[in-house]
Every structure is written in C-alpha cells, then in structure tokens.
C-alpha cells in the first residue's frame, strides 16, 4: 500500500500525543467504598510517575485513537498498485445509416472498433449499440451492417450513455453530447458541417481535422459564382448577396482531399406543394378525402412511378392497397439528381425557407414499385 | 438462612454470657443473684438496717444469737435486643451479619429470649438503622461502625452491652490502586485519591487507630467489643472468637 501524501502520516505522532495527554489526564476511576472516614484523612497528592507507566486503557481513548488514525489516513490517501485496470463499462455506438456505406467505411469502423476493443481489459463491460431492420441478437460489433433507412443517433446514445461511462461513437457526422472523431475521415480532412443560406446570405461552419491550412471555396447560386480562399484556422465563412432568386445554392470546399463526402453542400428553395397521389388496390375513401384535404394534393387511381410508395411490390390483392406520391415534373433517371422541384418551386414567395441536401450522399431514386 | 446440624448443636452447648445481674421483671429460666421469691436458699449474710424481718432466720438466732437474713435467687427471664446494622456501608458483609445476628438468636432464644429469626432474616440493607433503646437486659450490636453518631445511641443503653465490629476484607485490605473517585456508599460523596502503596499503609494505619478507638470507647464503658471479618467462618467467630470476647460461655 501507497500513500499520495506520506507527509500526512507524521499526524499519528498525535497519537503518542493523546496516550501522554490522557496518562496525565487519567479521569478518576469511580469507586464506591462503605465509608469515607478514613480517606478524608488521607492526604491528596500527584500520581508518581511510576504509576504512570501502565496506562489505563479507556474506551473514549480507543475511540479518540482511531478518529485520529482515520482522519489521518484519510489525509494520507492510500492506495494500492495494480497492473490491472478497473473494470469500465463501454458502450461502442455504430451508426448504420445509408451514409455509412459508402465506401468501405462500414468495415473499417468494424476493424477500427475490434482494434480499440483489443485494448480493453478482460474485466471490462462492453455493450454495441446499433440499429437492425429487426430485432436480433448480435453476438459482437462483427455482425454490424450498414442499413437503408436513416438512424437516429441520439436514443442510441442516450441508452448509451445510460449504461456505461464511456460511450465511443462511429460516425460520420457530428452529434451533440458525446466527443467523437468524424469516423471514416482520414487526418486531412476537412470539410462543411453546416449550411444556412438566407435571402441575403450563405454561412458556413468549416471542421477541419487536418492541419490548418488556405481553404478554397466556390459558390454557384443561379448566375451567381463566387470563388474565395478561407484563411487558415477560419471556422466559419459567409457571404453576402441577393440570393432570393437562386433555386439553390451549392458550396464547394476544394480540400483535394481523401473523404470527399462533405466538401459539397446545397440548399434548394422549396417549390409548391403540389404532389400527385396515386392509389391502388382497395379503394379508401376515407384515406382518399385524407388526401384530397392536403392542399396541393392530387388523387387518382392506377399504379405510377413513385417518390415514395407505401404499399408492396407485389401485384395487390383484394384486400392490399398501394399508395404512391410523386411529382409529376420530376424525371426519375435512377441516378443521384438534384432538379428543381415543385414542391419547392414557390418557397420563395412562402417566406423563403431553404433545406439543406448533401448533393453526393442523395441516394437514388427508387424505382417504380420498389420499396 | 440455613445452619447445617453440626453447627446447630455446637450452638445448644453456648449460652450468653452476661456479667451483671439482670433486672428483667419477668421470671425465667436465668438464675440472678438477686432476690426473690425462688425456694432455692443461697447463703446467709447479716442482718442489715432495712432488711425484712421475715427474711431473718430465727433459728440461726436461737443457736447463734446474732442475726442472719436468708438469701434466696431468683430465676429471671433474659431480655435480649439484637440490633443489625442496616445501612448501605454495610452491603459487603450484610450476609454475614445476618447470618451471625440469626446464631446469636438461636442461642438467646434458648434462654426464654424471644427474637424472632424471620425479622432478621427480612431485613432490609439501605434501610436507616438506629441503635434501638434496651432499658435492661443484654443489647448484641452487629454494625460496621463507620457511623461515628452510633456512639451517644450506644451510651443511652442501659443493658450490657456486646458490640461486634464486623468489616469485609475489601475494608480492612482495600484492593485499590490508581487514581480514584471514592464514594461513600451512604451519603453518595465522594473525594479524589491517588492510591498507592502510601495510601494503602496510611489506610491500615488509620484503620487499627480507628478499630482501637472504638475498643477502647466500648472498654471504658464496659461493654464487650469484638472485631472480626466477614471472611472469617461464621463457626469460627461463634465458637472462639465471641466465647473469648465473653458474649457467649
């Protein structure tokens, strides 16, 4: 055993300090006799220093003892050396989302995390945390795959953080509470991590993991081009122009380097909500007046390409029903497209609201039927 | 308060002893010299102015021509008082004072003296004790004798008196040491010594002083005083130690 403050154990000198004090101090022991008649006759007097020797064990003295032992061991802090780790409680959280999949990011988070669990100890608790299409049990991290649906991080990180002390996030995007690296991107990367564009002004918030260094940065809203250098160590980037009638707005960071994913970022003003809903199967007429109350909605019947279906691939039966809801004026080419649409086509006269889309992570249009 | 048989009849072969004439009204089993109304004829002595007349042998004066009065005992019951000390000094020997108290009485009770063994047997230790007043006859005195205030309450009896000076081994051999608070077992008071082997000496020197004092008081008034220990066999202080103190024969 060690002490962080050995210096506080020269208080059990005080020890010695007590013993003495209490032998010169020795309360009376109380003891009745038949008669005091004789002893009023007998003189007082001092104990003689032999009497000393043999000290009177008390109990008050054994408890003063060791209040003062605790105290000073308290103070003197022991401690005990081990090899050993205390044991930790580790949540791993993976994100799954389709984003992730890109590349072989998803097996290199899957090496990465088997690398960190390498330097574990065996005591250790080690929970992972992901989303499945379906509940399952997954013996470890191995059986972790990328899924098609988006994954929301923070109930995962929230169960997390719950059960262990220290949560380790895979991911490619920033979440808030936890500290983590963005997962995938190599030591260079830099890129853009927010997009707010206005009437009169873009903003951009730059994360650059690599070492500090000039950012080129372009700009293409409609005719509007714009190419400028972001100095070193500059976190953010704005400017200022009529952007009310630009459809959209797309930034480029020239990094030139090894994760291009979020060098590129574009905003597209929302159109009108016009939207054709195409139905089949067994007929609704309670889900069809749903439909026809949403302002810009039209219903028909019959199968259609499709934005978004709900409903199955399958022929439907008599007792399936199919819905689609697309946009007529959209070409569905079935690779990664950003085009003016409808929906957003009169954002601008609405107040102007503007989404933010990742051009390079927009996955591709489904087609007809499928899910 | 059990005696074993051997003891009981070592106790029939005592008697009280007493040295004055007893002066109890009753008539009993005690011959006095005194005279009285007995048949039993003791000696002849001479006439004196007063005598009766009735009391003169005529007889003796026919052959002697000088008078003689006839003396005659008288048998007498004994009036014995038992007194136990009662106070909270004497909780360390209050067994062993109730147990000599009950061999006394069995012997007094055998001369016609009525003390009734259930009362010494119920007494009660802590209870305020006073030497009761015992206008003849013999008063036994069984105490400690810490009580200094005892002593005009002995002077007022009037009976012979046996005073018995009992103390435990813990009084006459105190087992202390160290720093101590002594309290007086009666009035609660208490004083702080220190002792030691000093005291412890100083102690016993007191304590004969004290023991020799009370002798001497009880001499100088003639009545019988007998120390002894708690520890000492109760046969022990029966058969000698109170025959040689002249309480019993």
Same mark, same amino acid.
């Given at each position: 055993?060690?002490?962080?403050? $050995?210096?506080? *154990?020269?208080?059990? !000198? #005080?020890?010695?300090?007590? +013993? %003495? =004090? &209490?032998?010169?101090?020795?309360?009376?022991?109380?003891?009745?006799?038949?008669?005091?008649?004789?002893?009023?006759?007998?003189?007082?007097?001092?104990?003689?220093?032999?009497?000393?020797?043999?000290?009177?064990?008390?109990?008050?003295?054994?408890?003063?003892?060791?209040?003062?032992?605790?105290?000073?061991?308290?103070?003197?802090?022991?401690?005990?050396?081990?090899?050993?780790?205390?044991?930790?409680?580790?949540?791993?959280?993976?994100?799954?989302?389709?984003?992730?999949?890109?590349?072989?990011?998803?097996?290199?988070?899957?090496?990465?995390?088997?690398?960190?669990?390498?330097?574990?100890?065996?005591?250790?608790?080690?929970?992972?945390?992901?989303?499945?299409?379906?509940?399952?049990?997954?013996?470890?991290?191995?059986?972790?795959?990328?899924?098609?649906?988006?994954?929301?991080?923070? $109930?995962?990180? *929230?169960?997390?953080? !719950? #059960?262990?002390?220290?949560? +380790? %996030? =895979? &991911?490619?995007?920033?979440?808030?509470?936890?500290?983590?690296?963005?997962?995938?991107?190599?030591?260079?990367?830099?890129?853009?991590?927010?997009?707010?564009?206005?009437?009169?002004?873009?903003?951009?918030?730059?994360?650059?993991?690599?070492?500090?260094?000039?950012?080129?940065?372009?700009?293409?809203?409609?005719?509007?081009?714009?190419?400028?250098?972001?100095?070193?160590?500059?976190?953010?980037?704005?400017?200022?122009?009529?952007?009310?009638?630009?459809?959209?707005?797309?930034?480029?960071?020239?990094?030139?380097?090894?994760?291009?994913?979020?060098?590129?970022?574009?905003?597209?003003?929302?159109?009108?909500?016009?939207?054709?809903?195409?139905?089949?199967?067994?007929?609704?007429?309670?889900?069809?007046?749903?439909?026809?109350?949403?302002?810009?909605?039209?219903?028909?019947?019959?199968?259609?390409?499709?934005?978004?279906?709900?409903?199955?691939?399958?022929?439907?039966?008599?007792?399936?029903?199919?819905?689609?809801?697309?946009?007529?004026?959209?070409?569905?080419?079935?690779?990664?497209?950003?085009?003016?649409?409808?929906?957003?086509?009169?954002?601008?006269?609405?107040?102007?609201?503007?989404?933010?889309?990742?051009?390079?992570?927009?996955?591709?249009?489904?087609?007809?039927?499928?899910? | 308060?059990?005696?074993?048989?051997?003891?009981?009849?070592?106790?029939?072969?005592?008697?009280?002893?007493?040295?004055?004439?007893?002066?109890?009204?009753?008539?009993?089993?005690?011959?006095?010299?005194?005279?009285?109304?007995?048949?039993?004829?003791?000696?002849?002595?001479?006439?004196?102015?007063?005598?009766?007349?009735?009391?003169?042998?005529?007889?003796?004066?026919?052959?002697?021509?000088?008078?003689?009065?006839?003396?005659?005992?008288?048998?007498?019951?004994?009036?014995?008082?038992?007194?136990?000390?009662?106070?909270?000094?004497?909780?360390?020997?209050?067994?062993?004072?109730?147990?000599?108290?009950?061999?006394?009485?069995?012997?007094?009770?055998?001369?016609?003296?009525?003390?009734?063994?259930?009362?010494?047997?119920?007494?009660?230790?802590?209870?305020?004790?006073?030497?009761?007043?015992?206008?003849?006859?013999?008063?036994?005195?069984?105490?400690?004798?810490?009580?200094?205030?005892?002593?005009?309450?002995?002077?007022?009896?009037?009976?012979?008196?046996?005073?018995?000076?009992?103390?435990?081994?813990?009084?006459?051999?105190?087992?202390?040491?160290?720093?101590?608070?002594?309290?007086?077992?009666?009035?609660?008071?208490?004083?702080?010594?220190?002792?030691?082997?000093?005291?412890?000496?100083?102690?016993?020197?007191?304590?004969?002083?004290?023991?020799?004092?009370?002798?001497?008081?009880?001499?100088?008034?003639?009545?019988?005083?007998?120390?002894?220990?708690?520890?000492?066999?109760?046969?022990?202080?029966?058969?000698?130690?109170?025959?040689?103190?002249?309480?019993?024969?």
């Amino acid at each position: 055993m060690k002490f962080e403050q $050995p210096a506080a *154990l020269w208080g059990l !000198a #005080s020890l010695l300090l007590l +013993i %003495l =004090f &209490s032998l010169w101090r020795q309360a009376a022991a109380r003891v009745t006799v038949p008669s005091l008649l004789l002893w009023k006759k007998i003189p007082e007097r001092n104990p003689p220093v032999r009497a000393l020797r043999r000290p009177r064990w008390r109990l008050e003295l054994l408890f003063q003892a060791l209040t003062i032992a605790a105290v000073v061991a308290a103070l003197a802090g022991p401690y005990r050396e081990t090899e050993q780790f205390a044991p930790r409680r580790i949540a791993l959280v993976f994100d799954t989302s389709p984003r992730m999949q890109a590349g072989d990011r998803i097996a290199r988070m899957k090496a990465f995390a088997k690398n960190i669990q390498d330097t574990f100890g065996s005591a250790d608790q080690v929970t992972s945390y992901w989303w499945a299409a379906t509940p399952k049990h997954f013996p470890g991290s191995g059986a972790v795959s990328g899924l098609d649906v988006h994954v929301d991080l923070k $109930p995962m990180l *929230l169960a997390a953080s !719950a #059960s262990a002390e220290h949560v +380790i %996030l =895979f &991911s490619d995007r920033p979440v808030d509470g936890p500290k983590l690296a963005l997962f995938g991107a190599p030591a260079d990367n830099a890129g853009i991590v927010e997009l707010s564009v206005s009437d009169d002004e873009v903003f951009i918030r730059i994360v650059n993991h690599g070492p500090a260094r000039p950012l080129p940065i372009d700009l293409v809203a409609g005719d509007l081009r714009v190419n400028e250098i972001v100095p070193a160590g500059q976190r953010v980037w704005s400017h200022k122009a009529d952007y009310s009638k630009a459809s959209s707005v797309r930034v480029t960071l020239e990094t030139k380097d090894s994760f291009p994913l979020d060098d590129v970022v574009e905003a597209t003003k929302m159109g009108p909500a016009d939207a054709l809903v195409t139905l089949a199967g067994r007929h609704h007429e309670a889900l069809v007046r749903v439909f026809r109350s949403i302002p810009g909605v039209t219903v028909q019947h019959g199968r259609a390409p499709a934005r978004v279906a709900v409903g199955f691939d399958e022929e439907p039966g008599p007792g399936d029903w199919q819905v689609w809801i697309h946009s007529p004026g959209v070409p569905l080419t079935g690779v990664p497209t950003v085009a003016k649409h409808p929906l957003m086509a009169d954002l601008a006269n609405r107040g102007g609201n503007w989404s933010r889309r990742n051009s390079a992570n927009c996955p591709p249009a489904p087609a007809p039927g499928s899910r | 308060m059990v005696f074993d048989e051997g003891f009981l009849r070592k106790l029939e072969a005592l008697r009280l002893a007493v040295r004055r004439s007893i002066s109890g009204r009753r008539e009993g089993e005690r011959l006095t010299k005194r005279r009285g109304g007995s048949a039993d004829f003791t000696s002849h002595r001479s006439y004196t102015q007063g005598d009766e007349f009735r009391a003169i042998d005529w007889n003796l004066y026919g052959r002697l021509g000088m008078l003689y009065v006839k003396e005659f005992t008288r048998e007498e019951s004994l009036t014995v008082r038992l007194a136990i000390d009662t106070s909270a000094s004497m909780a360390p020997k209050f067994e062993f004072a109730q147990r000599l108290g009950a061999a006394l009485a069995l012997v007094a009770n055998r001369e016609a003296a009525s003390i009734p063994l259930p009362e010494i047997e119920n007494l009660q230790l802590g209870a305020p004790f006073t030497v009761p007043t015992v206008p003849r006859g013999l008063a036994i005195v069984v105490s400690d004798l810490w009580d200094e205030g005892m002593k005009p309450q002995l002077m007022k009896l009037r009976a012979e008196t046996a005073v018995i000076h009992v103390l435990s081994p813990g009084e006459l051999e105190p087992p202390l040491s160290g720093k101590l608070r002594l309290v007086d077992a009666e009035t609660r008071e208490s004083v702080v010594r220190f002792v030691g082997e000093e005291e412890r000496a100083a102690y016993r020197r007191l304590l004969a002083d004290h023991c020799d004092a009370w002798k001497k008081w009880c001499f100088d008034r003639e009545m019988n005083y007998l120390r002894c220990s708690s520890s000492t066999p109760l046969e022990e202080i029966v058969q000698v130690y109170l025959r040689e103190a002249g309480v019993l024969e």
